[in-house]
């Protein structure tokens, strides 16, 4: 079963569909079950370097799932609350009220006051009414009516501070909610969240010089860093190099949705301890709090009309699982409610990164994984269904031994 894998990422590799790769997954009791690099680090005219488990790449969201167990910390430490309204720690979140309509005449949004608090419980779950405004028409339209373009600004508060696209804890909206989240680590723990995840996360894992936000300011980091490519304005091969690319715009905060740069055994070494549920990083009731769903059934309708709205929402937020499984959230990332046969068993855990990354917990077989890779345009669908595969071979490994 693993050379069927090492044959379907190499010959991606040789078909120029993917640059490099680094996989990982292991089983309940920490034990490894198949890990390998394939290709190269950089696409860039003269660099040769190999794609290994210790090349450092952007995992993008990925981010999310450490700044929300950083969240859970300061729960712990009686510093946050994830029911309180969240703007005694934010003062400016949520400022701008929601947008209810756009007046093409006057060019100019329509705007009403939101009388809901907004907590970090929404935040981390998606509920709060932020949205990405680069994927919404109607904040794109407000940011260009302002003089700006979308994901403008070098802070969280220039790139998030956004009308709210619905009342807090009546919808779904993938958005800036685990960037909010991480300020109010910030804030609480008066520290960067940087030198927070370092100390509490990191460190207890023995990751500390293998992440960062700030990997171009690590001697230990930077000349292992992995180079973007991306594919043809269609999708297709060969991937080429991109220059000076950065996920999170050239902004200078730490943002917990997506700033974190780590390599894959890194990764994985959190992914383990997270479905272990090790307790160097949280108490048993925070783990249960980061893996249980949190929507209610209106929430939760809301996500999977989402999902399926349009052809790119399913590949961004979609995660290749077909519209018959239902899906709801967590804390930790998508929750599939049901089963998909020969991948994973109902409450599987899993998530991505723009650059077409993926990791996955699946608590009732007891494997997790990781795919790292730098590609867009971002979770290319070749490239997830590869990682889908992978997921696949790990899932039909564990039940072929049962």
């Known amino acids: 079963m693993t050379q069927e894998i090492d044959k379907l990422y190499e010959d991606a590799i040789a078909s120029g569909l993917l640059p490099g790769v680094s996989l990982f997954a292991g089983d309940k009791d920490g034990n490894i079950l198949y890990f390998k690099s394939f290709g190269k680090a950089s696409l860039k005219e003269g660099t040769n370097r190999p794609f290994t488990d210790s090349t450092i790449a952007s995992i993008a969201s990925m981010t999310k799932l450490m700044t929300s167990v950083a969240v859970l910390q300061c729960v712990e430490d009686g510093t946050l609350d994830l029911d309180a309204d969240i703007k005694a720690v934010l003062p400016g979140i949520g400022k701008y009220g929601l947008i209810t309509g756009f007046d093409d005449a006057k060019n100019s949004a329509i705007l009403t006051e939101n009388t809901v608090p907004i907590t970090l419980r929404m935040l981390l779950s998606h509920t709060s009414g932020h949205e990405y405004d680069q994927a919404s028409p109607i904040l794109t339209k407000w940011r260009l009516s302002r003089g700006e373009q979308p994901w403008d600004g070098l802070t969280v508060e220039e790139k998030s501070t956004l009308p709210l696209v619905f009342t807090p804890g009546t919808s779904w909206a993938y958005g800036a909610g685990h960037d909010w989240a991480g300020k109010a680590v910030e804030v609480a723990s008066k520290s960067s969240l ?32 992995a180079d973007m490519s991306t594919l043809n304005e269609k999708g297709e091969p060969p991937a080429v190099y991109v220059p000076d690319f950065d996920v999170v715009g050239g902004a200078k905060d730490c943002f917990g949705g997506a700033g974190v740069y780590t390599s894959a055994k890194a990764y994985y070494t959190f992914l383990s301890a997270i479905q272990r549920r090790d307790p160097k990083l949280l108490a048993p009731a925070s783990y249960a709090e980061l893996f249980r769903p949190q929507l209610d059934e209106r929430c939760e309708q809301a996500l999977n009309d989402v999902i399926y709205s349009h052809p790119l929402k399913a590949q961004y937020l979609g995660m290749q699982i077909p519209a018959s499984v239902r899906k ?17 068993a109902p409450g599987t855990t899993l998530w991505g990164g723009y650059p077409s990354c993926e990791w996955f917990i699946d608590h009732e077989s007891g494997i997790c994984g990781v795919a790292v890779c730098q590609i867009i345009p971002p979770m290319q669908p070749d ?13 039909n490994q564990v039940k072929g031994t049962v």
Do not use: C
């Open 194 to 225: 940087d030198e927070f995840m370092r100390a509490r996360i990191w460190a207890p894992l023995g990751i500390e010089n293998e992440a960062s936000f700030y990997p171009r300011t690590r001697e230990n980091l930077k000349d292992r860093l």
């Open 328 to 344: 709801t959230w967590s804390f930790a990332g998508l929750v599939a409610k049901d089963g998909q046969d020969g991948r994973f």
């Open 383 to 395: 490239v997830m269904a590869l990682h889908e595969k992978f997921q696949r071979a790990m899932f």
